[in-house]
């Protein structure tokens, strides 16, 4: 954890005057056409969070690093910025799977409700992110018909674990679309829950993991002493 306290893929506001002026001052919007200039100057004033992601190396700790997606139909560029504490209004709830089904498209509901299930079945409550995240948000159209559907899930207990990655699989197997994301440690690492699955299925099995300092290779077993 960084020292502003906030992990990847947390939501946070931004105040609305420090964000134009942060845009102004950095140039942000320097190169986009207008469709995607107009999207981005009113994000803050629309009520829209932006997404904690990793920094660059060498960055400066007291700065938040945000990102922002733009729908496919403005350009799918992934913005990202650097934001002082001081200027974040609020953090916003992480969006529950549960609560993503409400909002799926008809051909994606059964696969998001089904993972829903799953959570409450091992007693965990996964979150969205990704287009799906970002459609519900936004309102804007995100989603295609390839996009996967991304969810974090937080560390079930040890015992627990192959079980919950071997639903995962089957689930992701079942369709229509594919099931990607991450686990996260309670360190806030995560690590991708597919690769996670194949990595301690083999002794000595290593898996990326990634924090807001940067991305390792680690052995999975030792993951979870």
Known sequence: MCSHGYRRHDLLRVEPEAWREMLVATGSLDGLAHGPQRL??????????????????????????????????????????FIPPEHMAARVAALSVTEAARSAPAHLRPQVEAAAGLGRRFGLQPAVFGALLWQHLTGLAYLQPGSDIDLIWPAPPRESLNELLDDLAELDKAGPNRLDGEIILSTGEGANWRELRGALACPGGTVLVKSMHGAELRCARHLFT
């Open 40 to 81: 981005v100057e009113g994000w803050a004033e629309r009520g829209l969070p932006v997404i904690v992601r990793r920094g660059t190396v060498g960055g400066d700790e007291h700065t938040i690093a945000v990102g922002l997606p733009l729908p496919p139909t403005l350009g799918k560029l992934r913005l990202g910025f």
